[in-house]
């Protein structure tokens, strides 16, 4: 049973930062790509970043130079750590695994900023 469990979210004001986990279990993870998205009420969720299995990151212009993806293959998670946060930042944000066998998605965490 695949499993995504984030945290890290919370209340911040701008300019502040924060570090987004992701726990996974239930898959190979050091052979799948990770990804971070988010979702801001009344916004279809987006792509913020994504890590592949050997390191390779993407990011969405919005974020690049404030945010950076990382993981772990021996905890294993994966990380969004956010600086320089805006408030157009706030929004749920989800950890994200697409397998063969399904789309995974974590629960969500609240990530908030304020001006």
């Known amino acids: 049973q695949v499993r995504l469990v984030e945290s890290g979210g919370g209340l911040v004001q701008a300019g502040g930062s924060l570090r987004l986990s992701c726990a996974a279990s239930g898959i190979i993870f050091g052979l799948n790509s990770m990804a971070w998205y988010r979702q801001a009420p009344g916004n279809e969720r987006e792509l913020v970043a994504a890590?592949?299995?050997?390191?390779?990151?993407n990011y969405v212009a919005s974020v690049k130079g404030r945010f950076t993806i990382s993981r772990d293959n021996a905890k294993p998670t994966v990380y969004l750590q956010m600086n320089s946060l805006k408030p157009e930042d706030t929004a749920v944000y989800y950890c994200?695994?697409?397998?063969?066998?399904?789309?995974?998605w974590g629960q969500g965490t609240q990530v908030t900023v304020s001006s």
């Open positions: 890590i592949s299995s050997d390191g390779n990151e």
């Open positions: 994200n695994v697409n397998l063969f066998r399904g789309n995974y």
